[in-house]
């Protein structure tokens, strides 16, 4: 049996809105499939440089696509913002 190039298998599950937010950027970058979609996805995220800043304690479910609540108060490692706080912080 010929080896696979990308051995290793990703499972995710995502909620009917994150799923509908990855198929519309699917459909709008003309990505041949969803694999295809997450990938480039990963790909822009870890280029962009800023990423969280996690606690201990943090759970898989604090952590969404389109609702970022559970973000509030955790600040990307580079100290600068990235628009993950919750706007509604403090109101």
């Known amino acids: 049996m ?3 190039e990308r051995p290793e298998r990703l499972q995710i599950m ?3 809105e994150e799923l509908k937010a990855l198929e519309d950027f699917r459909f709008e970058n003309r990505m041949p499939s969803r694999a295809a979609a997450v990938r480039e996805l990963l790909r822009r995220g870890l ?3 800023g990423f969280l800043r996690v606690g201990s304690g943090a759970k898989s479910q604090d952590f969404g696509v ?3 609540v559970s973000y509030a108060g955790k600040k990307p490692r580079d100290g600068s913002s990235n628009g993950s706080e ?3 912080e403090g109101a």
């Open 2 to 4: 010929a080896e696979l």
């Open 14 to 16: 995502l909620s009917a």
């Open 47 to 49: 280029a962009s440089g």
């Open 66 to 68: 389109i609702d970022r």
């Open 86 to 88: 919750d706007p509604r």
